[in-house]
């Protein structure tokens, strides 16, 4: 049986050293590297062309989805790997997927691991290149187009449980969203009366979560809560938007909000996965706290185990879930379980010294 070969498909720009380090953990299985550089100033070119990659260049034009599939063009492997310079393989992990490819039919996900204060998502990044993947979006390019065109029988990714993890370099942060947030607004002047409106949705979602993590939370939810109450419709576009928004609201402490938008948009959440959300909230505002503890910790449970293309990943939650899920526990006089949902949270927050505190409050409940 001839060996799966593999193309490393990078987009890069001013990551050097980053870039570095990425290349250098993709060892234990042969493989190409493919690196567009968008306009870098700085040695990207130089430090991909000494491991060998083969170095394509880009003439950089706001839109990201352009610039991805660039990256994968020209490509001639059977497997595509799609990876940005702060992503590194674990010791072992990158051979232990070149074993794992010869039993893939489809396009495959890997365990992402995309912030040290959010669970790890499965997200599709093994692509086969005779699928002719295509990316939308002119930022935070998605492959959903895509994958909706794909054939039922190759629609469901295999999710392999190979470690890649999201390492950014914490200093480019606010430089990466004042990147991003006019990017994202010239989107939104430019594309928000499209049809269908689930484009709509779809950049309303992107944009509140940018300002949110530009420090503009009250303009986040005025957008967030202002698109969901004009345009109707139950799709997952929407779904993703309503889920942010409720998560905006616990950011903010409004679990009073949180309820009323809960109960406002019963019809869309009741049929899906989000169901248990909406009868654990309504059952903590009638402070039945052993029923709002079950139901939380069912709604938890069903993000875990979501597709890695559905909507609502579980990533977006936080720590926010477990903090709640936490106080419910501690209120239906399950203190020990609510000790271990706190550190937990303590696990996805590191340095925050409130989540261990939390979690010593509540062994403090229970009978000596």
Same mark, same amino acid.
């Not at 530009?214 to 303009?219: E, F, H, L, Q």
């Not at 709604?299 to 579980?314: D, N």
């Given at each position: 049986m001839r060996m799966s070969t593999l193309g490393v498909c990078y987009m890069v720009r001013d990551e050097a050293d980053l870039l570095d380090r990425s290349i250098?953990?993709?060892v234990g299985f042969p493989h190409r590297t493919y690196v567009l550089d968008t306009g870098s100033k700085d040695a990207?070119?130089?430090?991909?062309?000494?491991?060998?990659?083969v170095v394509r260049h880009f003439s950089w034009n706001g839109r990201f989805d352009q610039a991805r599939n660039a990256s994968i063009a020209g490509t001639c492997e059977d497997w595509l790997l799609i990876m940005d310079a702060d992503d590194v393989f674990p010791p072992g992990e990158f051979a232990r997927l070149g074993t794992l490819l010869c039993s893939i039919t489809s396009h495959?996900?890997?365990?992402?691991?995309?912030?040290?204060?959010?669970?790890?998502?499965q997200a599709s990044r093994l692509l086969r290149r005779d699928l002719r993947p295509c990316f939308d979006g002119g930022i935070h390019e998605n492959l959903g187009s895509w994958l909706a065109g794909l054939p039922d029988l190759l629609k469901s990714p295999v999710h392999l449980d190979v470690n890649l993890i999201h390492c950014p370099d914490p200093r480019s942060r606010p430089e990466k969203l004042a990147r991003n947030l006019?990017?994202?607004?010239?989107?939104?002047?430019?594309?928000?009366?499209?049809?269908?409106?689930?484009?709509?949705?779809?950049?309303?979602a992107e944009l509140a979560m940018t300002l949110h993590h530009s420090g503009d939370t009250r303009s986040?939810?005025? *957008?967030?809560?202002?698109?969901?109450? &004009? %345009?109707?419709?139950? +799709?997952?576009? #929407?779904?993703?938007l309503l889920y942010i928004h409720l998560w905006l609201l616990w950011q903010a402490g409004d679990l009073s909000s949180a309820k009323a938008v809960v109960e406002r948009e019963q019809e869309p959440l009741s049929s899906t996965v989000?169901?248990?959300?909406?009868?654990?909230?309504?059952?903590?505002?009638?402070?039945c706290?052993?029923?709002?503890?079950?139901?939380?910790?069912?709604?938890?449970?069903?993000?875990?185990?979501?597709?890695?293309?559905?909507?609502?990943?579980?990533?977006?939650?936080?720590?926010? *879930?477990?903090?709640?899920?936490?106080? &419910? %526990?501690?209120?239906? +006089?399950?203190? #020990?379980t609510a000790s271990h949902v706190f550190l937990e949270a303590e696990r996805l927050e590191p340095g925050n010294p409130e989540n261990r505190l939390r979690a010593e409050i509540a062994l403090s409940m229970l009978p000596t």
């Amino acid at each position: 049986m001839r060996m799966s070969t593999l193309g490393v498909c990078y987009m890069v720009r001013d990551e050097a050293d980053l870039l570095d380090r990425s290349i250098s953990s993709l060892v234990g299985f042969p493989h190409r590297t493919y690196v567009l550089d968008t306009g870098s100033k700085d040695a990207s070119p130089e430090v991909a062309r000494s491991h060998g990659a083969v170095v394509r260049h880009f003439s950089w034009n706001g839109r990201f989805d352009q610039a991805r599939n660039a990256s994968i063009a020209g490509t001639c492997e059977d497997w595509l790997l799609i990876m940005d310079a702060d992503d590194v393989f674990p010791p072992g992990e990158f051979a232990r997927l070149g074993t794992l490819l010869c039993s893939i039919t489809s396009h495959a996900t890997l365990r992402y691991h995309f912030d040290p204060e959010q669970g790890p998502i499965q997200a599709s990044r093994l692509l086969r290149r005779d699928l002719r993947p295509c990316f939308d979006g002119g930022i935070h390019e998605n492959l959903g187009s895509w994958l909706a065109g794909l054939p039922d029988l190759l629609k469901s990714p295999v999710h392999l449980d190979v470690n890649l993890i999201h390492c950014p370099d914490p200093r480019s942060r606010p430089e990466k969203l004042a990147r991003n947030l006019p990017l994202l607004l010239r989107e939104w002047e430019e594309h928000q009366d499209d049809p269908p409106p689930r484009r709509r949705f779809f950049l309303a979602a992107e944009l509140a979560m940018t300002l949110h993590h530009s420090g503009d939370t009250r303009s986040a939810l005025q *957008l967030s809560g202002t698109e969901l109450k &004009t %345009l109707g419709g139950n +799709g997952p576009e #929407r779904l993703r938007l309503l889920y942010i928004h409720l998560w905006l609201l616990w950011q903010a402490g409004d679990l009073s909000s949180a309820k009323a938008v809960v109960e406002r948009e019963q019809e869309p959440l009741s049929s899906t996965v989000v169901g248990p959300l909406l009868l654990g909230l309504n059952a903590l505002h009638c402070g039945c706290f052993g029923d709002a503890a079950d139901r939380l910790t069912e709604f938890r449970k069903q993000l875990e185990q979501a597709p890695a293309e559905f909507p609502l990943p579980l990533a977006h939650t936080g720590t926010a *879930l477990l903090r709640l899920l936490g106080y &419910t %526990l501690m209120m239906a +006089g399950d203190p #020990r379980t609510a000790s271990h949902v706190f550190l937990e949270a303590e696990r996805l927050e590191p340095g925050n010294p409130e989540n261990r505190l939390r979690a010593e409050i509540a062994l403090s409940m229970l009978p000596t």
